[in-house]
C-alpha cells in the first residue's frame, strides 16, 4: 500500500533521526488575472499555475519543496521569484531565461464559481527548461535526494517530447532511490492539439508513478465519460498502483494496491466563490498529510479541508492567514 511503502521513500535519516522529505516540483508559474468579467474589464493581478499552485500550499504546510521551473529576467520575473521565497519555496531551481517571460492566464468564473481560462503562454520561459544549459543534470542531481516528485499534464503539455523523457528520467531516478512520483494529468485541451497524444502518454506515465491524481471531469474529457470506478480501472490497469479520483463536491475516491475502492465525501462550509486551484490545494493537503504518516483516508480529508478553503476565495492562492489548520479535516 501506498502509505506503507512510502516511508522508506519520504523520510530521509541523520544519524537515526528522521528528516522532513524534500519534494521537488516540476512544472510553470504564470501571472494570473482575475475578476475583469465585466465590460470595464478591471482585472486583479496575482499569479498561479497548477504544480506552484501545490508547491506553495506544500511549502506552507511546512514541507521542504523545491519549485524547478524556468522565469524571465523582467520585473515581473523578479516579483514572482522574491515572493516564493518569502513563502519559504527553495528556489535552487529556477532557471533564468534571458529571452522569455511568464506565462500569463486570465479566469471568467460563472456564478457557481466554476471557471474558465484563457491562455498567452507560447513563449513562456518554463516551456525552455530543459533547453537551457545544465537544466537536465540539475535535476537529475536534485532527483537523487528528493523523497517525492511531482508534476502535471499540464508540465507535459509544454515540454516537447525530449524535455518530457528527461523528466521522466528524473521520476526513475527518484523512484531507483527509493522515493515516490505523484502525478495529476490535469488535462487541459488547449495544451494538446491531438488528444490521442495525451491519452497514449498519461497511460505510458502510468507505469512509472506510485499516486495518480486525476479528476473525473478531466478523464470524462480525455476518455469519454464514464463512471468514477472505470476511470480507476483504467489508470490501475495502465500500471497506476494507487489512484485518488477526485470529483468535485462529491468528494474523492481511493483505490491503493487492490485494497476496494473507497468513498471520502467533501464538505464545504458555504458556496464556492472560485473552484482555481481547488485540485491543486486538494494535492498539497493530501501529501503533506502522508509524508507526515497520515493513511490514505486521512490524507484525503486534509486535502478536502484545503481545497474547500481555497474554493470560498477567488484566485489561485488564498491569503495564508486563510488556510486551514495542519490537522484540519473536511
Not at 464559481?113 to 537551457?132: P, T
Not at 485541451?189 to 506510485?210: E, M, V
Not at 503533506?288 to 484525503?300: K, M, Q, T, V, Y
Request: proline content about 7%; charged content about 20%; glycine content about 12%.
Amino acid at each position: 500500500m501506498l502509505q506503507q511503502a512510502g516511508k522508506s521513500g519520504t523520510e530521509k535519516r541523520t544519524g537515526g533521526a528522521p528528516q522532513p522529505a524534500r519534494i521537488l516540483v516540476v512544472g510553470e508559474a504564470m501571472l494570473e488575472l482575475s475578476g475583469a468579467s465585466a465590460p470595464g474589464m478591471t482585472a486583479r493581478l496575482a499569479q498561479g499555475g497548477d504544480t506552484f499552485n501545490t508547491a506553495l500550499y506544500l511549502a506552507r504546510l511546512g514541507q521542504s519543496v523545491t519549485f524547478a521551473t524556468a522565469l524571465g529576467t523582467d520585473p515581473y520575473s523578479d516579483a514572482m521569484l522574491e515572493s516564493w521565497r518569502a513563502e519559504g519555496l527553495d528556489t535552487g531551481l529556477v532557471l533564468r531565461h534571458p529571452q522569455r517571460l511568464p506565462g500569463l492566464y486570465a479566469i471568467r468564473t460563472a456564478p457557481d464559481g466554476e471557471r474558465s481560462f484563457h491562455y498567452w503562454r507560447d513563449n513562456s520561459a518554463a516551456r525552455a527548461l530543459f533547453d537551457m544549459p545544465g537544466a537536465g543534470e540539475a535535476l537529475a542531481a536534485a532527483a537523487e535526494t528528493a523523497g517525492w516528485l511531482y508534476f502535471s499534464g499540464i508540465t507535459l503539455s509544454i515540454l516537447d517530447d525530449a524535455g518530457r523523457a528527461r523528466l521522466l528520467d528524473v521520476a526513475r531516478i527518484v523512484r531507483q532511490r527509493g522515493g515516490r512520483v505523484a502525478f495529476d494529468p490535469n488535462f487541459r485541451p488547449a495544451g494538446w492539439p491531438d488528444p490521442g497524444r495525451a491519452r497514449a502518454l498519461f497511460a505510458d506515465i502510468a507505469a512509472h508513478i506510485d499516486l495518480a491524481l486525476p479528476s473525473r471531469e478531466d478523464d470524462d474529457t480525455l476518455f469519454g465519460p464514464a463512471d468514477a470506478d472505470a476511470h480507476i480501472a483504467r489508470w490501475q490497469a495502465a500500471g497506476a498502483p494507487c489512484v485518488i479520483l477526485k470529483d468535485g463536491a462529491a468528494g474523492c475516491r481511493i483505490a491503493d494496491a487492490g485494497t476496494p475502492v473507497r468513498h471520502i465525501p467533501a464538505e464545504t462550509a458555504g458556496p464556492a466563490v472560485d473552484t482555481t486551484g481547488a485540485g491543486d490545494g486538494f494535492n498539497a493537503g493530501l501529501l503533506a498529510a502522508l509524508i507526515e504518516g497520515a493513511d490514505l483516508p486521512a490524507a484525503a480529508g486534509r486535502g478536502h479541508a484545503l481545497a474547500g478553503a481555497i474554493i470560498a476565495h477567488p484566485g489561485a492562492i488564498i491569503p495564508a492567514g486563510a488556510m486551514p489548520g495542519p490537522h484540519a479535516t473536511a
